[in-house]
């Protein structure tokens, strides 16, 4: 496993993009967990402590850009109990040491309606909203 799998741990913000497939991680994003959920590199075990796993990596925004061809899928949704992409990777980032996630969601895609031109228009003013939060300067400038 070279440098490049943990470069994103020297950014002062993480932006993936992760569309969900099949109510789930796609198998790209899941490699790359696998990657870097590591021993002794972003968790350290230690089987006698009241906690054994401990998180290596200091938090920071990490913002979750994803879709679906279902918005109903998205938390809230009708659907939205099928939506294991958010709490695989709420989980699996937590435990690293990962823990202020977001999630700017767009969905309908499979639809082509009004309902897809309002989630798309939403995430993009999520995004901008963010973009201002995050990093004043950037829109300063």
Do not use: C
């Amino acid at each position: 496993m070279g440098a490049s799998t943990y470069e994103w741990l020297w950014n002062h913000h993480i932006a993936p993009g992760a569309p969900i497939y099949n109510f789930g991680v796609p198998a790209q994003l899941k490699a790359w967990n696998d990657q870097v959920v590591r021993l002794g590199r972003t968790f350290a075990f230690e089987a006698t402590s009241a906690t054994p796993y401990q998180p290596l990596v200091n938090s920071k925004p990490v913002v979750v850009i994803t879709a679906a061809g279902d918005g109903d899928i998205f938390p809230g949704g009708p659907l939205g109990h099928m939506n294991h992409l958010e709490p695989h990777l709420t989980t699996t980032l937590g435990f690293i040491g990962l823990t202020d996630l977001r999630f700017i969601r767009a969905g309908y895609g499979e639809y082509q309606d009004d309902r897809t031109k309002r989630s798309l228009a939403k995430a993009e003013q999520e995004v901008d909203q963010l973009v201002e939060q995050l990093n004043p300067k950037l829109v300063a400038a």
